[in-house]
């Protein structure tokens, strides 16, 4: 079983950057679809990206297309998500998520971690 850690979420301007991370402890990532969703109050948990952990392209919600950037980093076991020109729509909760099969939906993933809040004012 796989614990997720996230960490970099915080208070920006609407321009700014920022970067968030998922730690994986427990075992690796290996062999896992990680994914980054988001929630905001009163709505449904948003996909956002996704990358197959043993390789591949990582794939985008069209809202943060351009904008957005997921990574790896194999020997750290942590995966990045890395926004730019950050809007006040992109603010929400920001979850790491990992699962063994790949979708837009939370029922996909069946592992979580707490979730990081990040805030984009104007």
């Known amino acids: 079983q796989v614990q997720l850690q996230e960490s970099g979420g915080g208070l920006v301007q609407a321009g700014d950057s920022l970067r968030l991370a998922c730690a994986a402890s427990?075992?690796?990532?290996?062999?896992?679809?990680v994914a980054w969703l988001r929630q905001v109050p009163g709505k449904e948990r948003e996909f956002v990206s996704s990358?197959?952990?043993?390789?591949?392209?990582?794939y985008y919600a069209d809202s943060v297309k351009g904008r957005f950037s997921l990574s790896r980093d194999i020997a750290k076991n942590t995966v990045y998500l890395q926004m730019h020109s950050l809007k006040r729509e992109d603010t929400a909760v920001y979850y790491c998520?990992?699962?063994?099969?790949?979708?837009?939906?939370?029922?996909?993933?069946?592992?979580w971690g707490q979730g990081t809040q990040v805030t984009v004012s104007s």
């Open positions: 998520a990992a699962g063994s099969a790949w979708g837009r939906r939370r029922e996909n993933y069946a592992y």
């Open positions: 427990g075992r690796t990532f290996s062999s896992y679809f």
């Open positions: 990358i197959w952990w043993n390789g591949g392209t990582p």
